[in-house]
């Protein structure tokens, strides 16, 4: 089958914006490179994160290894069989959402992608042939530190 993994990449949390709510902060942060930003709403009582850490985003259209079809199909959560590997078993917090909006970027040959997770939102800027496989309906948002 394909690589399930349409974009991985390691960033440094540059800023917490943790006002607005409770247990949700806004997360802004740069790629290790400097091409690719994303700002990222992120349940904090879950996922406790600081200024300076360093993240692994990856985005992935199936969880299963192989890169089968989880049959989502309509953008429900897949079921995980017990004991079943995924890619969900290597990251400490995984969402599944929508991509609903392209943009065209800040900078010439730049692109951002919106992703809602549930209302949690994602925005990613960085080259176009780095987020170019995002042009799908539904991803899975995986971090680890």
Partial sequence: MSDPQLFEDTFTITAINSQKYDRVS???CTSSDSL????????????PCA?????????????????????????GWRDVGIGEQTLANDYDYVCHGKVYRFEEGTSAGNMAVFVSFGGLLL?????????????????????KK
Avoid: C, H, M, Q
């Fill in 36 to 47: 690719t930003t994303f700002t990222l709403d992120i349940n904090t009582e879950l996922y």
């Fill in 51 to 75: 200024v300076g850490e360093s993240l692994s985003l990856a985005l992935a259209s199936t969880l299963s290894l192989d890169g089968k079809d989880d049959n989502v199909g309509k953008g």
């Fill in 123 to 143: 925005y990613l800027e960085g080259p176009y042939k780095k987020l170019a496989p995002l042009r799908i309906d539904y991803v899975y948002l995986l971090l």
């Fill in 26 to 28: 806004r997360l802004s």
